[in-house]
């Protein structure tokens, strides 16, 4: 494993340490099982992203209440979900609208990750219920596709999938992978929720990353981040209804005043139906 690769997967370490903080607790996403996953690793990290990034925190918790919400929303629209990159991500075995086990969720991260995570719940007394099946693997893969029919995924049938705080991690063509429906086979009502960030913030954030640690970790975005461009680049991938919000207006809503991003509409939210 590189050095960035290490990096990146310690972000999750890092999301741990602030949902399992005050100002989660404050907003009403406090993860009742972040603090199992808590690590000296992570709170460095999470120092030095906060350095790096004006409004990491702020606009972490945010997306992570609005990914919540729509994970309550649509719960009883899907019988099968998928989290790519989920890293500590527990939602599938604490989330009330998902531990009834009428919704498979199928997780993949890298085999050290979900290992990791797997031994700390244990620790813990939570085993890992049959509805949460971990996939370990590369996002690169070109067999993942296979991997999930391998796991019990019906193709057949809508997914709902969910990309957090991934594709700025993920190369480019990767990221146009996992973004095309026909890739991943997805049934007509399947659904994707992700963010982005515009090559400004991707090229920003860098510049001060090369300035203190020595290197890049962020990857541009495969398309255009320009609201309607975006739109129209998703709809002609295959996906019939797309919706694109600045992040920034959900963290003025959540915490009833406006914490601005240096970098205009630098992040989205954006959900797509297929």
Not at 88 to 109: M, Q, S
Not at 133 to 157: K, M, V
Not at 170 to 185: D, F, I, R
């Amino acid at each position: 494993m590189t050095q960035d690769q290490k990096m990146v997967g310690s972000t999750a370490d890092g999301l741990a340490v602030i949902r399992s903080g005050q100002q989660a607790k404050q907003l009403g996403v406090e993860d009742p099982f972040a603090k199992w996953f808590i690590t000296e690793e992570g709170v460095t990290l999470l120092q030095l992203a906060k350095k790096t990034d004006r409004v990491y925190e702020e606009y972490n918790l945010a997306r992570y209440k609005f990914t919540t919400l729509k994970l309550r929303e649509r719960s009883n629209q899907y019988r099968q979900m998928l989290f790519l990159g989920s890293g500590f991500d527990c939602r599938a075995i604490w989330l009330d609208v998902l531990t009834n086990g009428e919704t498979t969720v199928f997780e993949i991260d890298e085999p050290a990750k979900l290992l990791q995570k797997k031994e700390q719940l244990h620790l813990h007394g939570v085993s890992v219920p049959d509805w949460n099946r971990y996939i370990p693997g590369n996002l690169a893969n070109n067999h993942l596709p296979g991997s999930l029919l391998a796991e019990g995924l019906h193709p057949e049938q809508p997914l709902l999938v969910l990309a957090e705080g991934l594709f700025f991690f993920t190369p480019s063509n990767v990221a146009a992978n996992l973004l095309n429906p026909k890739w991943l086979g997805l049934a007509s009502g399947s659904r994707i929720i992700f963010d982005c960030w515009s090559d400004d913030r991707v090229n920003g954030l860098n510049a001060r990353l090369l300035e203190t640690m020595g290197r890049n970790l962020f990857h541009p975005f495969p398309y255009p981040t320009e609201p309607d461009k975006l739109k129209n680049e998703l709809i002609a991938l295959g996906y019939r209804h797309v919706t694109v919000t600045p992040l920034s207006f959900w963290v003025e809503g959540y915490y009833n005043h406006a914490i601005l991003d240096e970098y205009k509409l630098g992040w989205l939210l954006v959900e797509a139906l297929v």
